[in-house]
């Protein structure tokens, strides 16, 4: 099993860009889940999803969307990136809400 | 969320036995006290959780304090890729949605 997938490892962008941040897992996961790390911060949670067609907001959901049409795939997007963006980008899955989560290797976005 | 205290940095030698604190004093009896940690350049990854017993596996051990307000999680005999941010959370199984990460405890192994 590959695991957590994330593409791209580092993007740079300018104000107003929009981009998506790819998140995969082979492991049949239901829960999948996006957060933020800013430096010298623990993570937050941006949104997440319990199962294919189903997503919710977390602490911080604004400036970004996702959608699950897929139990595989749960990519996030920024629509307008905005310097406050910039940050490091880590998805999660696991089997269901409670069980252990897997993180991904992370996307470093810096935003200029 | 109930809250949970960590010192902000340890250090110790390699091959020698680590205890990382957690205070939690506002725990309730349905929370769980989860250990996740986070090598440098990497996503978090999981440690050890538990409820109210001393908890064992292949990467630590997991001492809960008689009353729950506090935990300790013990690395037998450190070695210098256990050098990383140890987070410890609390989840309550009625509604796990997300994990409330704190700033957890850098720890440094010194060879």
């Known amino acids: 099993n590959a695991g957590v997938t994330q593409t791209p490892k580092f993007q740079v962008l300018k104000t107003g860009q929009s981009m998506t941040l790819q998140c995969a897992q082979d492991?049949?996961?239901?829960?999948m889940s996006w957060y933020r790390q800013d430096p010298g911060m623990g993570l937050r949670l941006i949104h997440y999803s319990v199962g294919a067609g189903i997503t919710d907001q977390g602490e911080v959901p604004n400036g970004y969307n996702v959608s699950r049409s897929t139990t595989e795939d749960f990519p996030l997007r920024l629509l307008s990136a905005a310097p406050s963006q910039t940050s490091v980008y880590f998805c999660a899955s696991s089997l269901g809400v409670w069980e252990t989560q897997y993180f991904g290797p992370g996307t470093r976005l810096l935003v200029l | 969320d109930a809250k949970t205290t960590q010192p902000n940095s340890m250090e110790s030698n390699e091959e020698e036995p680590v205890h990382l604190p957690c205070n939690h004093s506002?725990?309730?009896?349905?929370?769980?006290i989860h250990w996740y940690r986070q090598l440098p350049s990497q996503g978090p990854e999981y440690v050890i959780h538990?409820?109210?017993s001393n908890v064992n596996n292949r990467m630590a051990s997991l001492a809960i304090a008689e009353d729950r307000k506090s935990s300790t999680l013990i690395l037998h005999r450190a070695t210098l890729r256990d050098a990383a941010v140890y987070y410890c959370i609390l989840r309550d199984r009625r509604g796990a949605q997300k994990l409330v990460f704190g700033q957890g405890t850098r720890l440094t192994i010194n060879p």
């Open positions: 538990g409820l109210t």
């Open positions: 506002t725990i309730s009896g349905t929370d769980y």
């Open positions: 492991m049949n996961h239901e829960y």
